[in-house]
């Protein structure tokens, strides 16, 4: 094993936990950290004295509520949510299914919201969850506004399939992504799952940057996209308004 930094040890006990492993026992840090058992207990204890682990009582760890409140400081994190929350609700109440707000990180969406609406979808997101870009509606209308640069590497990459109808041709994803740019909505139909469907909007921060995305998600089978595309471009104004956004 090669020599790892101080920092690179501590990251790794705290990017032992995800959603598959939100609860490990010193023994299972150690494994999924790489660190000896010895190393592993001296620093989850240490994390644990700051509070960024909880023990329970069967001595197995989680993490803790001090995470949460860093957390919360993140502009696109728990302070995006709280401006977006009244008009992902007011979407929710006018579409009564699935609403979704998402960041782009690197080359994947992460949802930092999710209200669960009527309808059921194979399609199952949590708060934290991940997905390739070019997979998801949000994903789309994130990739579309991000940086020349950054689109042309990510179509120059291998482009994941969840089914058959996921776009994995570059040159096609292109296209959509301008026809994103264009009309100012993404449509990712039966990409993730056969049954599901999403219309997605941008949210724009202060400077007009696309800083995060809005959708809902229906069955495929009783999609009405016409109807749709204005709901959720009304909830992307009003989140990008509640974060300081002054339209031209």
Not at 72 to 90: F, H, K, N, T, V
Not at 141 to 153: E, G, I, K, R, T
Request: net charge neutral.
């Amino acid at each position: 094993m090669t020599d790892r930094s101080a920092p690179d040890r501590l990251l790794s006990v705290l990017a032992a936990f995800d959603h598959a492993h939100p609860a490990l026992t010193l023994t299972d840090i150690s494994r999924r950290a790489g660190l000896t058992l010895t190393t592993a207990h001296r620093l989850v204890t240490a994390l644990t004295g700051w509070g960024a682990l909880e023990r329970d009582a069967s001595g197995v760890y989680h993490v803790g509520l001090r995470l949460w409140e860093i957390a919360a400081l993140a502009p696109r994190g728990l302070a995006l949510r709280q401006a977006a929350l009244p008009y992902l609700e007011d979407l929710y109440e006018a579409t009564h299914e699935n609403v979704q707000l998402a960041v782009r990180d690197g080359s994947e969406v992460v949802y930092t919201e999710w209200l669960s609406g009527h309808s059921a979808v194979g399609v199952h997101i949590r708060v934290g969850a991940r997905w390739p870009l070019h997979v998801t509606g949000v994903g789309l209308a994130l990739l579309a506004h991000s940086p020349p640069d950054v689109q042309a590497a990510y179509c120059e990459a291998p482009l994941k399939a969840c089914t058959d109808h996921t776009l994995t041709d570059p040159r096609r994803l292109r296209r959509v992504l301008a026809e994103v740019r264009r009309i100012g909505v993404a449509v990712s139909s039966r990409q993730v799952t056969d049954d599901a469907l999403s219309v997605a909007a941008p949210v724009r921060g202060p400077d007009g940057a696309v800083v995060a995305a809005v959708s809902v998600v229906v069955p495929y089978a009783d999609a009405r996209v016409p109807v749709l595309v204005p709901a959720v471009r009304l909830a992307a104004r009003g989140i990008s308004r509640a974060l300081g956004w002054q339209p031209d």
